[in-house]
T-cell receptor, first 117, second 112 residues
């Protein structure tokens, strides 16, 4: 297993354009998370899936953002009509669900760095 | 409202000495805490964790201490090595398996 893969690693786009990022989680992990990290901040939760079901969305996820995980495997995150404030590192992570005091650690991908110009 | 706070943006330590990174939390429902390490241009990697039923967990050079009454945890690295230079994030979740909440991170520099 090669871990969590994210594509592309870097994306530069003009303001107003749409962008789509892909995440391939660890195959046996049924939970997939999207986080966003800006300079000087920690990862901020955006949304997560258990299998193909999107279970929670953060208030950070405006209407311009949409995420899918159609077959419970890979996931895509689309940003429509990008704005300069969308510039950030978008991190994907996967995990197995844990109960109570289980490990609960996520495996993160290397991220997609988005720059909106 | 920051539920997980890392009040020191940076820390410099000499090689061989102890590094102590601190983290405070406000949500009393948190019962599981993790530390992640992040190098530039890479995603965070899991380092060590502790559940609220313990007050200490040790893994090699890394030890995490939890003080529930103070809502405070700390990560001790001893001895510190230059390869430990990275940003360290504290994270927490509750027993309902909600997504992890991260602090802003502390940049550790270990000077040879």
């Amino acid at each position: 297993d090669t871990g969590v893969s994210q594509d592309p690693r870097h994306k530069i786009t003009k303001r107003g354009q749409n962008v789509t990022f892909r995440c391939d989680p660890i195959s046996e992990h049924n939970r997939l998370y999207w986080y966003r990290q800006t300079l000087g901040q920690g990862p901020e939760f955006l949304t997560y899936f258990q299998n193909e079901a999107q279970l929670e969305k953060s208030r950070l996820l405006s209407d311009r953002f949409s995420a899918e995980r159609p077959k419970g495997s890979f996931s895509t995150l689309e940003i429509q009509r990008t704005e300069q404030g969308d510039s950030a590192m978008y991190l994907c992570a996967s995990s197995l669900p844990t109960k109570g005091t289980g490990t609960g650690g996520y495996t993160f991908g290397s991220g997609t760095r988005l720059t909106v110009v | 409202d920051q539920q997980v706070k890392q009040n020191s943006p940076s820390l410099s330590v000499q090689e061989g000495r102890i590094s102590i990174l601190n983290c405070d939390y406000t949500n009393s429902m948190f019962d599981y805490f993790l530390w992640y390490k992040k190098y530039p241009a890479e995603g965070p990697t899991f380092l060590i964790s502790i559940s609220s039923i313990k007050d200490k967990n040790e893994d090699g050079r890394f030890t995490v201490f939890l003080n529930k009454s103070a809502k405070h945890l700390s990560l001790h690295i001893v001895p510190s090595q230059p390869g430990d230079s990275a940003v360290y994030f504290c994270a927490a979740r509750d027993s309902g398996n909600t997504p992890l909440v991260f602090g802003k991170g502390t940049r550790l520099s270990v000077i040879a």
